[in-house]
């Protein structure tokens, strides 16, 4: 796995982690609405930046990211933040008029806790022509990596970077190179063609209630993937690929500090693993242990090789 070069492509975001001091929290002179007092603020990449996170935590050669960032203080905040976690910002592009995806955590600092709603920031509209003919370009420019990991999770209705000709495009790749593509999305999972799919237990019952199939083997038959992962979090994980259907049971984390970016690590690990010639058997063992040493770090965690190494320890005890 220390020799892959990976590109996550989709939907990068900037975590801004705004801890907030309650007693603060005065009332606004002008409106008498009481201010959130945000008294420091830590910043994360998000979403695909979280797959790009945990890649760089298990040792990938060089992990890039490709998506769409707006030219704003949130765009400016992601890039350093990708920056200092040595993760390569070369194919992401600035977009005037584009808002920079962000959530905005505010968190109790009484507490330790986020117990406000989020603020997001994201666009309402369509990506415009130019900017999705400029992500086919860069794909087209990415044939080197060895691993695409695809990150969909804009889930508004039409969606984030990835759209119907970005599809086609990765669907194009997964065929004509010797790239390993894989798909994480969490409302569209159905449209993509020809790469690796995962999906949890909950968007693939919905994946099927959007395109018909029958069963899960149909939902994959129909996209031409060499292999759908269904986690279905400490439960075990569902394989559905040429051999049919496979179980693999998993340990159950019965006090999970944080399951934010779960997924994500699941993701990493399995795709790294299978991308370095595992089976999909051992890709989901590991996207499994990475995921459950995630989860017990506060935020978007990853995973370091030692702590994969005790994890293992302890469940062979």
């Known amino acids: 796995m220390t020799s892959?070069?990976?590109?996550?492509?989709?939907?990068?975001?900037?975590?801004?982690?705004?801890?907030?001091?309650?007693?603060?929290?005065?009332?606004?002179?002008?409106?008498?609405?009481?201010?959130?007092?945000?008294?420091?603020t830590e910043n994360t990449p998000g979403a695909a930046g979280t797959v790009a996170m945990n890649l760089r935590g298990l040792g990938a050669k060089e992990v890039a990211v490709l998506g769409a960032i707006g030219d704003?203080?949130?765009?400016?905040?992601?890039?350093?933040?990708?920056?200092?976690?040595?993760?390569?910002?070369?194919?992401l592009v600035t977009e005037?008029?584009?808002?920079?995806?962000?959530?905005?955590?505010?968190?109790?600092?009484?507490?330790g806790a986020e117990d406000l709603p989020r603020v997001d920031f994201i666009n309402a509209t369509a990506i415009p022509a130019r900017l999705e003919e400029q992500i086919c370009s860069m794909l087209d420019a990415a044939r080197d990596f060895d691993l695409i990991c695809v990150s969909d999770q804009a889930e508004?209705?039409?969606?984030?970077?990835?759209?119907?000709?970005?599809?086609?495009?990765?669907?194009?790749?997964a065929t004509q190179s010797n790239q390993l593509v894989w798909v994480d999305s969490r409302r569209r999972i159905e449209q993509f063609e020809r790469a690796v799919l995962k999906v949890n237990h909950d968007e693939a019952v919905e994946a099927r209630g959007r395109s018909g199939a029958a069963s899960l083997q149909e939902l994959r038959d129909r996209a031409n993937a060499p292999a759908l992962f269904v986690t279905h979090s400490g439960n075990g994980i569902q394989i559905i690929n040429d051999d049919g259907e496979t179980w693999i049971m998993t340990r159950k984390i019965l006090?999970?500090?944080?399951?934010?970016?779960?997924?994500?690590?699941?993701?990493?690990?399995?795709?790294?693993?299978?991308?370095?010639?595992?089976?999909?058997?051992?890709?989901?063992?590991?996207?499994?242990?990475?995921?459950?040493?995630?989860?017990?770090?506060?935020?978007?965690?990853?995973?370091?090789?030692?702590?994969?190494?005790?994890?293992?320890?302890q469940l062979n005890q």
């Open 4 to 40: 892959l070069r990976v590109l996550v492509a989709g939907d990068i975001c900037l975590d801004r982690w705004c801890h907030y001091n309650p007693p603060l929290s005065i009332p606004s002179r002008e409106t008498g609405i009481p201010r959130i007092a945000v008294t420091s």
């Open 72 to 91: 704003d203080g949130h765009g400016y905040e992601l890039r350093q933040a990708l920056s200092e976690r040595g993760i390569a910002a070369d194919f």
């Open 96 to 111: 005037p008029g584009f808002a920079t995806f962000t959530y905005t955590k505010l968190l109790n600092t009484n507490l």
């Open 156 to 173: 508004t209705d039409q969606g984030g970077v990835i759209t119907a000709r970005v599809r086609q495009r990765l669907a194009e790749l």
């Open 255 to 313: 006090d999970p500090v944080d399951v934010c970016g779960a997924g994500d690590s699941f993701t990493a690990g399995a795709a790294c693993a299978l991308a370095a010639g595992a089976t999909v058997e051992a890709a989901a063992r590991l996207g499994h242990m990475v995921a459950s040493v995630t989860i017990m770090k506060k935020g978007t965690g990853f995973a370091l090789p030692a702590e994969l190494l005790e994890a293992e320890r």
